[in-house]
DNA sequence: TTCATGGTTCGACCATAGTCGAAGCATCGC
DNA sequence: GCGATGCTTCGACTATGGTCGAACCATGAA
């Protein structure tokens, strides 16, 4: 009867929220700084320590040292899919990290998803993808096309470093927002970083924030965006406010992170 | 920038040792009153009381008073998979409730996944219906084809029904014993549910184990199970088992708290 | 009615564990 | 070498929440 595996272990871990902030944010895959995941935790240095001990010593997490830095990752896509599962479950049931705050709907919008867009121009790009035949959609599985993979060349995209990546080119990430998949995986990250590129968007520093700026947002629609509809941008959305305070990118020289 | 759903009240809901064990209870689908559940974790009536208003309140289980009995049961088969995804990631790990139990091996081979068939059968079934060409499988998208369609219509089982249901049709649960996907979603339950009608398995009262008959095991391994004439490898991304209860340790063997 | 049973609420106790200050180490840059 | 930075350990404080005894409520049976 008391067999099987020990859920309660592993699901106490995730259950306290400066470690559930913490694996959030190492959801696909990139290694943080320790002292990343205790901002990113809103706690000090000693007690993301301590969190991250336990989260190394239940097997959820791995670390790395690597000079004076620790790099800590998930230990598995596993965990990242549970993860996902949890965060279906939290968003029907209704629980929301915080209550809804003034940078919620831009969040809605446009939010980076560890390295892809997320939000509804997250889920517009993958459905603008789909309606120009670059790529297919079945369930959750996403598969570019030979008409894709020109069309991105052309908008800059390195489809060769793709393919080589070991990465999957396609995968399908369900948006929490929107409910409805965007685009993840090697491709959806050079969209993105390429949107940086291009100057049609941009990073608000210490957040998920992704800014575009009004012509950038346009190119953007008219790129990817629904493709009849002569009707521009919806009304009552705004521009994202603008908080042009940079932050050092060269934190951590031995693994750049990806932002800018 | 803290927003999103929080996965921190649901794990934590989780993460207390009396929750696990009543929702593990509830993993076998039936609805189970406070007092039966009250001592499957071990508790007096007051505290499973608290713990089952909490689990309510945090929409994880539902109840259904009936005279002087509160039935619980848990509020769909979206927090069974999460359950499942759980128990994979304690499996890994190495945490279990306790030390194995005699009833252990035949849990591994086939129980109850809230509705579906999971374990060693339960993958071989998922195999049998990709090699078959029933279903495509890539990452853990499913999809019926039309064969598939027909072949199980052949089967019994009621494919318009199926369709029309709100329920997706086919979808992927990661078994926590094989550490692979078996089938889920509205055909998985209908073909353990015409399991049970052929009679080739039956329910093992008070626990989630699927007993097969002789002649049944033999009918569904000659139905589903890996062909006599060499499969095609399929080239996907999980490794096709031909005798799927053997797996699990050689593929892991830096976890050795395997004990069967 | 009266009693018995199953379930919930109230109140109090107490342990677990989350938190931070301060100190201790290691590494990097100069 | 030196100081600065990043991370961890130690120790103490505190509070959240899990637990049960007892009372309370509702249903069903005698």
């Keep these: 009867m008391k067999t099987g595996p020990d859920?309660?272990?592993?699901?106490?871990?995730?259950?306290?929220?400066?470690?559930?902030?913490?694996?959030?944010?190492?959801i696909g895959g990139v290694a943080l700084t320790a002292?990343?995941?205790?901002?990113?935790?809103?706690?000090?240095?000693?007690?993301?320590?301590?969190?991250?001990?336990k989260l190394a010593a239940g097997g959820l997490v791995e670390v790395r040292r690597q000079g004076?830095?620790?790099y800590y990752s998930l230990s598995?896509?596993?965990?990242?899919?549970?993860?996902?599962?949890?965060?279906?479950?939290?968003?029907?049931?209704g629980h929301r990290r915080t209550r809804?705050?003034?940078?919620?709907?831009?969040?809605?919008?446009?939010?980076?998803?560890?390295?892809h867009l997320a939000g509804d121009l997250g889920v517009a790009l993958?459905?603008?993808?789909?309606?120009?035949?670059?790529?297919?959609?079945?369930?959750?599985?996403?598969?570019?096309?030979?008409?894709?993979?020109?069309f991105l060349a052309g908008f800059g995209i390195d489809m060769p470093s793709l393919s080589r990546s070991r990465r999957p080119v396609c995968r399908a990430c369900l948006d929490w927002s929107v409910r409805r998949s965007h685009l993840a995986g090697a491709l959806g990250a050079a969209l993105l970083s390429q949107l940086f590129h291009l100057g049609w968007a941009r990073r608000v520093p210490d957040s998920r924030l992704v800014a575009f700026s009004a012509s950038g947002r346009a190119q953007f629609l008219a790129t990817f965006g629904p493709q009849a509809a002569s009707s521009p941008a919806d009304p009552s959305q705004e521009t994202p406010s603008h908080v042009p305070a940079q932050r050092p990118r060269s934190r951590h020289p031995a693994l750049p992170r990806h932002d800018v």
């Design 7 to 26: 859920i309660a272990v592993v699901a106490a871990l995730l259950g306290d929220p400066a470690r559930a902030n913490m694996v959030t944010a190492l």
């Design 35 to 53: 002292g990343e995941l205790a901002r990113e935790a809103g706690v000090t240095a000693q007690t993301a320590s301590s969190h991250l001990a």
């Design 68 to 70: 004076r830095h620790s």
């Design 76 to 93: 598995g896509d596993d965990v990242a899919r549970v993860l996902e599962g949890l965060m279906g479950l939290a968003a029907r049931t």
């Design 100 to 115: 809804t705050g003034p940078a919620e709907p831009a969040l809605r919008e446009a939010r980076v998803c560890y390295d």
């Design 126 to 150: 993958l459905d603008g993808l789909v309606a120009r035949g670059a790529v297919t959609r079945s369930e959750d599985a996403i598969r570019l096309t030979a008409a894709g993979a020109a």
